[in-house]
């Protein structure tokens, strides 16, 4: 497995990368919810669930893999 673990969302002219650790997943949420939160930001909260549902997605398949292997 990856030392580290990214997620991106482009945006119309923005890009967000999210970079983080295995283990390190509530703080990566956490984020997620901080700048949909801001209202300066153009991150909403359908961004959020979005990139939350792809990490869930991906740790399903890693544990998928431990598993069958």
Do not use: C
């Not at 497995?1 to 923005?14: D, F, H, I, P, T």
């Not at 949909?36 to 669930?49: G, H, K, L, T």
């Amino acid at each position: 497995m990856n030392a580290s673990r990214q997620l991106s969302l482009v945006k119309g002219s923005e890009r967000y990368v999210f970079r983080y650790a295995p283990g390190h997943e509530a703080d990566v949420i956490d984020a997620f919810a901080s700048l949909a939160s801001d209202n300066v930001s153009r991150f909403d909260w359908f961004d959020a669930a979005v990139l939350s549902y792809q990490m869930g997605r991906r740790l399903e398949t890693e544990l998928d893999q431990i598993v069958t292997t």
